[in-house]
């Protein structure tokens, strides 16, 4: 957002306020400077209104009619001055002028905070009658009383008028500042401006005729138009006309500030009326204690009101998230049984199963060391290898069962892990050769390592046979043995298709398969890395992967050295 407009104006409305106490005193340069600033400010207003077009232009005009307003009151008192050379009657035009300013400005603060909510709307207009009440207090007993009691009937309205309007302006500036506004920087020039404004008519209001031209009080009324247009020049004017959300009822620093000042307001009359010998206006006083009393209570009875309803949600709320727990307890509970109960399932099939499949091996295998026809034979050798694949499908589906029911026993003796990683690279070689990939391992000398030969076998095999699977033809994979950091590694590297970094973190979850490894159907079920991690995992060691979608992968297997000799049988 630009700012150097307003920071601009800002600049040169100082030096224009500075150039004003330079000039001689009372002279016509002083004076056309003067409204010149005036005017200025007016113009800022309608300019920042054209510039940013903010979502409500109507109050940023209304203020510029105000301040308009006010420059052409200075213009017709200066008139009086330097060119009749008389004061001005009472009322005057000037006087019109200057105090039709008022509403406009109050009405563009009002219109403001016109986007609130309907409940925002009430609180701050309840915030702003308390304070009001107690400033419209200290007007009447110190300013406007005073004011109907002299002069001619026109001397008293328009000595009277002067302090009203600064009460409907204060008015609507609290209404501005206690609602939930966004406290912006344009927001905080035109607070400041607006009490600037209202602090110098008061100072003026009680001691008129002791008023004399080019005193600091000037200074209020110049800053104030000069703040003013920096307001309207700001950027962040746009944001005015979009309330932030409201925070809640909360006893807030400010909140406490303006009850207690609300409440000490006519107790801290009478104790300056006692102090200065005055004469105690009673009547007034209590009336205004009793205004102010109910506002308060008013206000503290919403504020109350507001927080048992949100007690209420707050109960309401609770009792539906222990509803939803209980619901997800209950749910949980089903969820594990069906677990269960499927767990159950495919033991009960596949041990079914394994019973008809070995039969079906065992006589496919007798029928082809016959003599057979060369198609039969062909025939033969593919129910075999399907069976075998079916053989193999219900094993680890039986196996799976034995980890969940945490039936896993290890066999553990002293095991050469090169012993283990030459067979099943020889045993996998032919399959391997099938596909034009090369097999290859590279096996240091490491000790043994107290481990289930069996299953560390069936670890290596896994991985192996998944390398070999997942390479295209031409690819190689490399199997190498060693010890690092008082554990032995045996690695599985290929150059294969790889495995993207999302898989790779559910990839030893049980069923799960890699979505590069669907979309090629390439087969499997899912079981052989999960089986692979729980085994490494009961030999206290780990199984992990590093991979690159069309580099390869590395599985890693890591087994600790354990000197123990005795045989140990390891339950999950």
Request: glycine share 6%; charged share 20%.
């Amino acid at each position: 957002m630009n700012v150097r407009f307003a920071y601009g104006y800002l600049a040169a409305g100082v030096a224009a306020i500075a150039l004003y106490f330079v000039l001689p005193w009372n002279s016509f340069g002083q004076t056309l400077l003067y409204d010149a600033i005036g005017a200025s400010a007016a113009a800022a207003s309608f300019a920042g209104a054209r510039l940013f077009s903010p979502s409500r232009r109507l109050p940023w005009y209304l203020f510029g009619a105000g301040l308009l307003a006010f420059s052409l009151g200075d213009v017709i008192f200066n008139l009086y001055a330097f060119v009749w050379h008389e004061d001005p009657p009472v009322p005057s035009a000037a006087d019109v002028f200057y105090l039709a300013g008022y509403p406009f400005l109050t009405a563009g603060l009002v219109l403001l905070v016109r986007s609130l909510r309907a409940h925002e709307r009430r609180s701050g207009r309840l915030d702003a009658a308390m304070l009001i009440s107690a400033f419209l207090l200290c007007q009447w007993v110190f300013l406007l009383q005073d004011r109907l009691g002299a002069g001619s009937v026109a001397d008293r309205l328009v000595a009277f008028a002067y302090p009203a309007m600064d009460v409907v302006l204060l008015s609507a500036l609290v209404f501005f500042a206690l609602t939930p506004t966004w406290r912006t920087v344009s927001y905080r020039y035109l607070v400041a401006s607006v009490v600037l404004l209202v602090v110098a008519d008061e100072i003026y209001g009680l001691a008129p005729d002791t008023y004399a031209q080019t005193t600091w009080l000037d200074t209020a009324w110049l800053l104030s138009y000069v703040l003013w247009g920096v307001a309207a020049l700001h950027p962040s004017m746009r944001e005015l006309s979009t309330p932030a959300a409201s925070e809640g009822p909360r006893v807030s620093t400010v909140r406490v500030a303006m009850l207690a000042t609300a409440l000490t307001t006519a107790p801290a009359i009478l104790l300056i009326q006692v102090a200065t010998d005055s004469t105690i206006d009673a009547v007034p006083i209590a009336l205004g204690a009793g205004v102010l009393s109910g506002l308060v209570l008013l206000r503290l009875t919403g504020v109350i009101q507001a927080l048992d309803r949100l007690r209420f949600d707050e109960r309401l709320a609770r009792a539906e998230a222990e509803t939803a727990q209980r619901l997800l307890t209950e749910q949980n509970a089903r969820l594990r049984e069906a677990d269960r109960l499927k767990d159950e399932f495919l033991a009960l099939v596949s041990h079914d199963l394994r019973t008809p499949l070995t039969s079906v091996v065992g006589y496919a295998e007798l029928a082809l060391e016959g003599e057979l026809a060369d198609d039969v034979r062909s025939y033969l050798q593919i129910v075999a290898r399907n069976a075998d694949r079916l053989l193999v499908l219900v094993n680890d589906l039986l196996f799976v069962a034995r980890l969940q029911a945490g039936e896993l026993a290890l066999e553990r003796d002293d095991v050469d892990l090169a012993d283990v990683a030459r067979d099943t690279v020889e045993a996998l070689e032919p399959r391997a050769a099938e596909h034009a990939i090369s097999l290859t391992c590279e096996l240091e000398p490491v000790p043994p390592v107290h481990a289930d030969r069996g299953r560390v076998s069936q670890v290596l095999e896994n991985l192996v046979s998944n390398a070999v699977k997942f390479t295209p033809e031409g690819g190689a994979v490399h199997v190498s043995l060693g010890q690092r950091d008082g554990a032995v590694c045996l690695e599985v590297a290929d150059t294969g298709i790889g495995i993207a970094p999302a898989d790779q973190l559910r990839l030893f979850e049980r069923f799960f398969r890699a979505e590069n490894a669907v979309e090629r159907q390439l087969p499997g079920t899912g079981l052989g890395l999960y089986i692979s991690r729980v085994i490494a995992e009961t030999h206290e060691g780990s199984l992990s992967v590093r991979s690159e979608l069309g580099r390869g992968s590395t599985f890693r297997l890591e087994l600790p050295l354990d000197p123990a000799r005795e045989r140990v049988v390891t339950r999950v």
